[in-house]
């Protein structure tokens, strides 16, 4: 069973940073692609991110390019989600996912297989 645990949420000012984690127990990312998704109360998890962590090849929604930043540490046991010039509309709970697989990453929630429990980001205006 492929757990995921996220971390690195909090509370800051429009304009300020926060760097998310998405770290696997027991394992490497080595062969997978994860995703980060966000949502808001009442509605669908919104695609934030993804990366093939076999060769480090990004996405961004195009909302979040230019000020997020995903990578996975040399280890490849955790992968980052580096978010810069925060918008109060970046609010929600962020998840991140895991998809057993190389090649492009999706842009679609139901392409992963394992979720994390999500970590709260909060921006204030």
């Known amino acids: 069973q492929v757990q995921l645990v996220e971390s690195g949420g909090g509370l800051v000012q429009a304009g300020g940073s926060l760097r998310l984690s998405c770290t696997a127990s027991?394992?490497?990312?080595?062969?997978?692609?994860i995703g980060w998704f966000r949502q808001v109360p009442g509605k669908d998890r919104d695609w934030v991110s993804c990366?093939?962590?076999?060769?480090?090849?990004?996405r961004y929604a195009e909302s979040m390019k230019g000020r997020f930043t995903i990578a996975s540490n040399n280890a490849k046991t955790t992968v980052y989600l580096q978010m810069n010039s925060l918008e109060p509309e970046d609010t929600g709970v962020y998840y991140c996912?895991?998809?057993?697989?190389?090649?492009?990453?999706?842009?679609?929630?139901?392409?992963?297989?394992?979720w994390g429990q999500g970590t709260q980001v909060t921006v204030s205006s």
């Open positions: 027991r394992f490497s990312f080595d062969y997978y692609r």
């Open positions: 996912a895991a998809d057993l697989g190389i090649g492009t990453c999706q842009d679609l929630s139901i392409s992963y297989d394992f």
């Open positions: 990366i093939s962590v076999s060769d480090g090849s990004a």
